[in-house]
């Protein structure tokens, strides 16, 4: 039985009282992250330092209380929404820059420095830190690591599996580890690789080690516009038929270019059916190279016209655009949910076609913004909850959504991750053997389940357990989750 | 020594579950390329993977390729070249594609290529209880539970069998060039620095090898930038690298260290270090006293220095949560039906 009274004294004492708050107020703020998943939780601590970070994963230990691993809050699947008598460790408060070391390619960072913090310290060394999420104002570094987290950049770049040189981890049972290493290699498992997108399940992260991309020397940036998504998704396919892997590759529909351009005034050509934000750096002929190809490709698709940003400025209002897409449909309607399945790009055209026919058919509306390049598709369902019987449209319509891109060969997250949101949903994916396998990885680093429990896998996969039955029906089991989980 | 050489991977799993039946220890074998990397293990028969060599899916627009496990190399790049593309694996045309990764090999090219282990997106794999798994997706970017995936990069055969994996794949570079210098470690440096998307700057004994790949264009830029800092003494597209020095003698250690820390793996006259990346080879006469001291100074500073060649085993780098390390290949091989002894999990045991 949790001891919620005794953890806090506990906690008060190692980190101060200033740094353990258990008002309702502040539970209530830490009772969900930027998914609409609703939690609960007991306690909620700011650590300062790794030590602190021991210290509170100890006391929670001691008093059977489950931990929780809290960045800047900005997950999208409900993978930081405290459950039960949780502690909330909040990791903002720890954003020392610790080292930057060009000579090695790397930085050492702790847990809570967002991800553009990072960017611009790295700036002046001629590096920077390639994924960009676009949270990443907000988001942590942490958290990023937690998510696996992409952005735009992560085509040519990589995920932030691929930019992780090592981690220090504290393990459900206090003690303080060194996952990876400074070196390219390291000895043993790979536990680093399995530690990044874990969704804080396995341990709480108190260090990590970056590694540095070099800034590149021109970027170039292209907005082009089309008349039909098809078209638009056509160059897609071709750009990267044609041996151009585009630093970025971003398309965004009708629906969300005019509620961007209402919202960011970039200059977005808010008749078109669909635009693609296209992005090539290297060398300055590496660059002339791929625009040649790139501005080939968009033609034979029928691109209506193309938009080169002049300067930095421009550029940067080109993006403004794109990352602040999300924020801009609350000129739709006051809510919203986002899914975030990847599927093989070649199948773009008609996975979107498929998700125009969903929400036409259960009257919601969706507008896309994604990743093209990667075929990472972020729909965007917008509605008014406050509206009787909405909820459980958009709840029928996601779940539709989710089987026509797993029924395309594709994957339940490509960077939001899995949490509470999607977890009931992984058998549509993974036999039981397969979950279970995922289960004992699990069990390997936290045998009692302490660790950011009930997110990832379904109740009922555990290591040794062959009982789930493959292709349960998901959707019946998302209605057993918790009140408020999923919207 | 009993061979068992399964057609497909039911076979696979077949020949594990009989394996744990029977209480015999196997070792995975592919092309037997990467097979002396590892500790000493004792086992009762070899488990050929060579027969699981299909083409499962390729489709260039999607950059990734879905094969068994026993594809070969040469038969991976035959089929990648007619898609123009490539998996940069710069392994031998006999080595296969599982036997690539369980190893942990790296590319010559990885300052621009990556390393190999980012490149793998799903995997099959038949544990050491006999379980056919699956992890990841076949997209480029997925975040769908744990990666048991990248778990088997790297483990030796010690948790499972790589059954199938996806891979991502590259555009082939329409243009390569390879200019050489005089010089040592301090001009690779220089030249790493200097050279915007360098892939690869490879000093060895007396001379520097950087390689670039890319657009003609770009090969063109980088060339002009490159001799500003230095005068080649050649300029070739013949394959990267040319001098590989180490490849000469008997025992060859893959060295990893921090990039700026690369003088310290080096003993000998026969070696290559890869500035920017931090990995050298290092050709020695036998495992002796200079093995001992490359270890020591590569432990010193938070390096390994395991065998890739020859005898001598994995060496004495800690291993980081080796409770976590052992629980896995507890959970994944039970009984210890997969080369007991040869991974660095078990150094501590």
Same mark, same amino acid.
């Given at each position: ?78 993978? @930081? ?39 611009? !310290? ?7 830190? !390639? ?66 997108? @874990? ?7 108190? !260090? ?15 907005? *082009? ?144 913004? *994604? ?27 996601? %779940? ?20 509470? %949101? ?7 994916? *993974? @036999? ?10 699990? @069990? ?24 789930? !039955? ?18 | 020594?009993?061979? $068992?050489?399964? #057609? ?6 077949? #020949? ?14 592919? =092309? ?31 950059? $990734? ?7 070969? $190399? ?30 942990? #090999? ?119 930038? #490159? ?74 500073? =938070? ?39 040869? =991974? ?6």
């Amino acid at each position: 039985m949790a001891d919620v009274e005794g953890a806090r004294r506990a906690l008060e004492d190692a980190l101060g009282a200033g740094e353990v708050l258990s008002d309702p107020l502040a539970l209530r703020l830490y009772a969900r992250d930027a998914s609409m998943v609703e939690g609960g939780c007991a306690l909620v601590a700011f650590p300062r330092s790794r030590d602190d970070i021991v210290a509170c994963v100890r006391v929670a230990a001691e008093h059977r209380l489950p931990v929780v691993p809290r960045g800047s809050g900005t997950g999208l699947a409900g993978g @930081s929404t405290p459950i039960g008598d949780a502690l909330v460790v909040v990791t903002t408060k720890m954003t020392d820059i610790l080292e930057i070391r060009p000579e090695d390619r790397l930085a050492w960072v702790e847990p809570g420095v967002p991800n553009l913090d990072l960017a611009n !310290a790295l700036r002046p060394h001629g590096f920077t830190f !390639a994924p960009d999420p676009s949270s990443q104002q907000t988001s942590s570094i942490g958290g990023n690591v937690s998510t696996n987290a992409g952005g735009p950049h992560c085509l040519a770049y990589g995920v932030t599996s691929n930019h992780v040189l090592a981690l220090d981890v504290v393990l459900a049972d206090g003690g303080v580890v060194r996952l990876g290493s400074e070196a390219p290699e390291a000895a043993g498992y790979d536990l680093r690789a399995v530690m990044v997108g @874990s969704e804080g399940t396995l341990g709480v992260v108190a !260090a990590v080690c970056v590694r540095l991309t070099p800034l590149a020397p021109v970027t170039h940036t292209m907005l *082009f516009d089309f008349t039909s998504v098809a078209d638009c998704a056509g160059a897609v396919t071709r750009i990267i038929a044609d041996g151009v892997v585009p630093a970025a590759l971003e398309m965004m529909d009708q629906g969300i270019v005019v509620a961007a351009e209402r919202f960011a005034h970039a200059g977005y050509p808010t008749d078109a059916a669909a635009i693609l934000i296209v992005e090539v750096d290297g060398t300055a002929a590496a660059v002339e190279a791929q625009t040649v190809v790139v501005e080939a490709a968009a033609e034979v698709h029928r691109a209506r016209s193309v938009r080169v940003a002049a300067d930095e400025v421009e550029r940067a209002l080109i993006w403004k655009g794109r990352k602040s897409a999300f924020g801009a449909v609350a000129t739709i309607a006051p809510h919203y949910h986002l899914h975030d399945c990847v599927v093989p790009r070649t199948r773009l055209v008609e996975v979107l076609t498929g998700i125009y026919e969903i929400a036409g058919r259960h009257e919601l509306v969706v507008t896309n913004v *994604f990743h093209a390049g990667d075929g990472n598709l972020h729909p965007l369902l917008s509605f008014d909850r406050g509206v009787p019987g909405t909820l459980e449209r958009v709840l029928r319509a996601s %779940e539709q959504i989710v089987r026509l891109c797993v029924d395309a060969g594709g994957a339940l997250s490509g960077e939001h991750g899995i949490g509470l %949101e999607k977890r009931d949903f992984m058998p549509l994916v *993974f @036999s039981a053997e397969d979950l279970s396998a995922q289960a004992c990885v699990r @069990s390997a680093f936290d045998a009692e389940g302490l660790m950011n429990p009930q997110k990832v896998l379904p109740d009922g996969a555990r290591c040794g357990d062959f009982a789930m !039955a493959r292709g349960s029906d998901a959707g019946a089991v998302a209605e057993d989750l918790p009140e408020g989980a999923w919207i | 020594m009993d061979l $068992i050489h399964p #057609a497909s991977k039911a076979g696979v799993v077949e #020949a594990v579950r009989d394996a744990n039946a029977t209480a015999r220890r196997l070792l995975v074998v592919g =092309g037997r390329r990467h097979v002396d990397k590892g500790n000493p293990a004792e086992v009762e028969a070899e488990l050929w993977t060579t027969q699981l060599d299909r083409l499962v899916a390729y489709e260039p627009a999607e950059m $990734i390729a879905v094969v068994e496990g026993g594809m070969r $190399i040469g038969e991976l790049d035959r089929i990648l070249a007619d898609g123009g593309q490539e998996w940069p694996s710069d392994a031998p045309a006999d080595a296969t594609v599982g036997g690539v990764l369980a190893s942990g #090999a790296s590319s010559p090219r990885r300052l621009r290529v990556g390393a190999l282990r980012d490149t793998v997106l799903e995997a099959e794999t038949v544990t050491g209880d006999g379980r056919l798994v699956r992890s990841g997706a076949r997209t480029v970017k997925n975040v769908t539970g744990y990666d048991l995936h990248r778990l088997v990069v790297g483990s030796l055969g010690t948790l499972g069998v790589i059954v199938q994996v996806a891979i991502k794949v590259r555009p082939l570079p329409h243009a390569r060039r390879t200019l050489r210098f005089a010089g040592g470690l301090p001009l690779a440096h220089e030249l790493v620095d200097a050279v915007h998307g360098s892939t690869a700057v490879l000093a060895t004994p007396g001379a520097v090898e950087l390689r670039l790949e890319g657009w003609p264009e770009e090969v063109e830029e980088q060339t002009t930038t #490159a001799r500003r800092v230095a005068h080649a003494t050649a300029e070739d597209d013949a394959p990267f690298p040319l001098d590989r020095p180490w490849e000469a003698m008997p025992v060859v250690v893959e060295a990893a260290v921090p990039p700026s820390r690369l003088d310290a793996t080096i003993v000998g006259v026969a070696w290559g270090a890869l500035a920017g990346v931090g990995l050298a080879w290092v050709g020695l006469g036998w495992p002796n006293g200079e093995l001992v001291q490359v270890r020591d100074r590569v432990r010193a500073i =938070g390096g390994i220095a395991p065998i890739v060649r020859g005898p001598g085993g994995l060496g004495d780098s800690p291993v980081a949560a080796p409770e976590v390390q052992r629980r896995l290949k507890h959970a994944f091989d039970p009984n210890g039906v997969l080369a007991p002894g040869r =991974g660095w999990e078990a150094a501590e045991a």
